[in-house]
T-cell receptor, first 112, second 109 residues
Framework: DGGITQSPKYLFRKEGQNVTLSCEQN?????MYWYRQDPGQGLRLIYY???????QKGDIAEGYSVSREKKESFPLTVTSAQKNPTAFYLC???????????FGSGTRLTVV | DAKTTQPNSMESNEEEPVHLPCNHS???????IHWYRQLPSQGPEYVIH???SNVNNRMASLAIAEDRKSSTLILHRATLRDAAVYYC??????????FGKGTRLSVIA
């Protein structure tokens, strides 16, 4: 079954620590995206990548970093520079163009 | 700036049709209209998309106004499992989708 997998589902970290969220897809999609969602809000774009070894900042990239070394994988690192990292993080993938996005089930990050 | 306007919330009775409206008055000729829905604590799920003509799939129908300044997502028979936040989004070229706050649909048994 093709799909997109995010892990872990829940993650707790101490303030000041970097943390990496995993996102893997086996849909052969070229493009991948990271969004952040806060309670009662819509999704905000953090980073996206339309091809391996290339990525672009979204609206709220500060305090985050990504890599795209393989087509299947697009990990997101939440650094200690991110002021309010506690949120629900969603990864998505798509073919480049106007087709629909496939989302993962999300990672809920809590920083204490 | 999501470029679409949706009501914050709507209610429907179970097994009745639901019409979810969306205004997009600044739409350009090549922008597609996408709909997604998000159940609690899950990632959004693609529902349907279209350009000019009305579209149907197993989940829903999309009715697009002739001037394309508005559209309506139609759930033909609402079930409790359709309770979710529904997002109407314009797909502009290859730029990533911009999600607004959507419409929270409640379904009453």
């Amino acid at each position: 079954d093709g799909g997109i997998t995010q892990s872990p589902k829940y993650l707790f970290r101490k303030e000041g620590q970097n943390v990496t969220l995993s996102c893997e897809q086996n849909l052969n999609h070229d493009a991948m995206y990271w969004y952040r969602q806060d309670p009662g809000q819509g999704l905000r774009l953090i980073y996206y990548s339309q091809i391996v070894n290339d990525f672009q900042k979204g609206d709220i990239a500060e305090g985050y970093s990504v890599s795209r070394e393989k087509k299947e994988s697009f990990p997101l690192t939440v650094t200690s520079a991110q002021k309010n990292p506690t949120a629900f993080y969603l990864c998505a993938s798509s073919t480049v163009g106007r087709q629909g996005y496939t989302f993962g089930s999300g990672t809920r990050l809590t920083v204490v | 700036d999501a470029k679409t306007t949706q009501p914050n919330s709507m209610e429907s009775n179970e097994e009745e049709p639901v019409h979810l409206p969306c205004n997009h008055s600044t739409i350009s000729g090549t922008d597609y209209i996408h709909w997604y829905r998000q159940l609690p604590s899950q990632g959004p799920e693609y529902v349907i998309h279209g350009l000019t003509s009305n579209v149907n799939n197993r989940m829903a129908s999309l009715a697009i106004a002739e001037d394309r300044k508005s559209s309506t997502l139609i759930l033909h028979r609402a079930t409790l499992r359709d309770a979710a936040v529904y997002y109407c989004i314009l797909s502009i070229g290859n730029t990533p989708l911009v999600f607004g706050k959507g419409t929270r649909l409640s379904v009453i048994a």
